[in-house]
């Protein structure tokens, strides 16, 4: 085992397991410039390889289960992870190997988020990854970040509005996670202010209780919205991986994305829907030249 000197240098270690996108701006490519971005160190497992765009999704391919365990296996024997964020597992054997895997590895700080359709509409998971992840996956998770759409799949039911959050939150945590964060993003695009519902269990003088807190912030005018969801829970991985607390990563999170929306309004990045800009504090974007 390599000797660390008196000067080494430790950041935070945060492993992301998901879906390759060859558009670069969900999946592990957005992982991977969030956590750099926010100043850790990434490690990637990728479950599936897509062909994809701003347009959409055209393939998928998943990864032999072999080696989807060859990677969790070599990454966290050797450089180990302070955090895992979880996104797309394309099906129930992927899903029961991961946790198998993280079970084997003794990783407890687990963010999943059930990535299950694409901003685009296409299917990245049916029926049967949405209950294998409930079975196999949520007990073990430290937070779950569905959006309303992933909520109304995972629990059978529609979910319309901010005063549904509070009761699907609810029944997501009876199935087993510390945390759920309900994200209001797909609500009517006419509401100018977005809702996110958060509700987890602590333990205060030695009895467990449920705390929530609601999350008010503004919509960002922009069709620049691939990768939100994902960039969301890296960004709440890697603040959790750096010693914050649940609320306070959660609200840091939901700032940093908010600010990559705004950065990103005005970037031309295919025909479809674009990314938000993920390094904004490094690169800042520039506005159109009649708006300067």
């Known amino acids: 085992m390599k000797t660390l000197l008196p000067t080494s240098v430790q950041i935070p270690k945060v492993l992301t397991i998901a879906g390759s996108d060859s558009g670069g701006g969900a999946g592990i490519q957005a992982d991977l ?3 750099t971005s926010l100043g850790a160190y990434g490690l990637s497992v990728i479950t599936a390889i897509t062909a994809q765009n701003t347009l959409g999704v055209t393939a998928i391919q998943d990864i032999d289960l072999q080696i989807i365990e060859a990677q969790i296996d070599a990454v966290l024997s050797d450089i180990g992870a302070d955090s895992v964020k979880i996104g797309m597992l394309a ?11 993280l079970r084997k590895h003794g990783v407890t700080r687990i963010i999943l988020d059930p990535v299950l359709r694409a901003t685009s509409g296409a299917s990245l998971g049916g029926d049967d990854t949405a209950q294998a992840m409930i079975s196999e996956l949520f007990p073990m998770a430290s937070l779950v970040t569905p959006n309303l759409e992933e909520a109304s799949l995972l629990l059978g039911r529609d979910i319309y509005q901010v005063d549904d959050f509070k009761s699907a939150a609810d029944e997501l945590l009876a199935l087993g996670p510390q945390a759920v964060l309900i994200k209001g993003g797909h609500l009517d695009a006419k509401h100018d202010e977005l809702t996110d519902f958060l509700m987890w269990r602590s333990i205060e003088d ?3 209780i449920t705390q929530s807190k609601e999350f008010k912030h503004r919509r960002i005018d922009t069709e620049n919205t691939h990768g939100t969801g994902c960039s969301l829970s890296a960004a709440i991985a890697t603040y959790l ?4 607390d649940l609320a306070h ?5 939901i700032a940093y994305v908010e600010a990559g929306l705004e950065a990103g309004r005005y970037l031309s990045i295919g025909e479809g829907s674009g990314p938000l800009w993920p390094m904004f504090e490094f690169y800042p974007t520039s506005l159109p030249q009649e708006d300067r």
């Open 33 to 35: 410039k969030v956590i």
């Open 91 to 101: 099906s129930p054997e992927i899903v029961q190997l991961v946790a198998k895997s």
């Open 206 to 208: 030695g009895l467990e």
């Open 241 to 244: 991986a750096d010693g914050h």
């Open 249 to 253: 990563s959660v609200a840091k999170a």
